[in-house]
């Protein structure tokens, strides 16, 4: 079975005809043919010539880089909370899945050679300050945090990760609500801050209900770090006050540059909390999923539902398109990804726009009506375009 090392990359080049070529980083956004040749982006311009390689009919269709997803758990096998990255990439459009946490130190080896190696999509990991990771988390008949028992936050054992694969470590997580630390948020704060200085990484911090309340996690994130579950309604985490004025917490937040990510989740997005915080000022830097084996299947789905949820709340097309590429690609210091010019690498997706798309659910039951929805019909990711498992791969644990 081919990983994205396997030599599986087509050495015939690709022609991708006659799509509507938006790159959000950039701003170019024309009809235009795309060929690829050699893993690279070798050509972008209206009516290139026929080729003697394969031919792709985009016509009506937008050619956009591979999307990112900042915030999964593709840690399948390995934590309960896993899905299969591999799997839902090619269905879906998304190339790159920033993994948040799914790992600690204990497991993040594992999830390493397992998982990240093998998979065609790209993953990036951020560790857990938990020795353990999720490991247990989502267990609905284990309900044992990562970090219940303090001493799971192991700085030592995060060095040592550090030391053996600090390239590849590309943020520390922290859940900081009570589900995840019990009583001990407050005081596991100062040790994430810790551990991404150590690291030299971006900190992610998860709110949600307190302890601690969301003005207790703010001050421990700097400029390029991350709140994610921005427009979650829960109770001390949430980033409104009683009045429904964004904190001003939140406000010095974002004037210090720290970078916000929805994290939809089952029970983290709010269609409420968002209007109200986005009329305030509260944009996010990412929409993301924080997909796991218990929302895949609702009311998150895929990063193209929840995309289609900011276009219900009112917002164009190709800035929630930019949403998923060239900023968090920005926020995850790989300026490199979620971006479509001559050059790059060959890293893409094709999408049909249909209009009149669904009625979307959010965490608290409420209902808006998607103006459109998209349809991905073609994944590139790392010059390699992705089939999915239904062609005729298995679904196998060891792909
Ligand atoms: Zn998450």
């Known amino acids: ?166 390239g590849e470590i590309a943020g520390v997580k922290l859940r900081a609500s009570n589900n995840a630390c019990g009583e001990n948020g407050p005081m596991l704060l100062p040790l994430a801050r810790e551990a991404a200085d150590m690291l030299g990484v971006p900190l992610m911090v998860h709110v949600g209900a307190a302890p601690p309340t969301i003005d207790e996690v703010l001050p421990f994130l700097a400029e390029g770090d991350i709140l994610t579950h921005i427009y979650n309604p829960a109770l001390g985490g949430g980033v409104l006050d009683a009045r429904g004025k964004l904190r001003t917490s939140v406000r010095d937040a974002l004037a210090r540059g720290v970078r916000m990510d929805v994290g939809h989740g089952g029970s983290s997005f709010s269609f409420r909390i968002a209007e109200l915080a986005m009329d305030q000022g509260l944009l996010p830097d990412a929409i993301s999923t924080d997909l796991h084996a218990h929302n895949v299947d609702g009311p998150v789905f895929d990063l193209l539902a929840v995309m289609a949820k900011f276009g219900a709340l009112g917002m164009d097309l190709v800035e929630v398109l930019r949403l998923v590429t060239a900023s968090p690609a920005t926020v995850m210091r790989h300026p490199e990804l979620g971006r479509l010019g001559v050059g790059g690498e060959a890293d893409l997706a094709v999408f049909r726009l249909e209009a009149g798309g669904d009625e979307l659910v959010d965490s608290e039951g409420q209902r808006r009506q998607a103006p459109w929805r998209l349809r991905n019909e073609l994944t590139v990711c790392r010059g390699q375009v992705l089939h999915s498992f239904e062609d005729g791969r298995s679904e196998g644990r060891h792909y």
């Open 1 to 166: 079975m081919g990983g994205a090392n396997s030599g599986e990359q087509s050495p015939e080049p690709l022609l991708i005809r006659g799509g509507r070529v938006i790159d959000p980083g950039s701003g170019f956004d024309q009809v235009a043919d795309v060929l690829l040749a050699q893993g690279r982006v070798a050509a972008i311009s209206r009516d290139l010539p026929t080729n003697d390689g394969a031919e792709f009919d985009a016509h009506g269709a937008l050619v956009v880089p591979g999307l990112i997803d900042m915030h999964t758990h593709a840690y399948w096998g390995g934590t309960l909370l896993g899905v299969n990255a591999d799997k839902l990439g090619p269905r879906s459009g998304v190339t790159t899945w920033v993994d948040c946490g799914s790992a600690g130190a204990a497991t993040f080896e594992g999830f390493l050679y397992h998982v990240i190696r093998p998979s065609r999509v790209r993953i990036l990991p951020l560790i857990n300050l938990s020795y353990i990771g999720l490991t247990a988390a989502g267990n609905l008949s284990m309900d044992v945090g990562e970090l219940h028992d303090w001493r799971f936050a192991d700085l030592r054992e995060l060095a040592r990760m550090r030391d053996t694969h600090g």
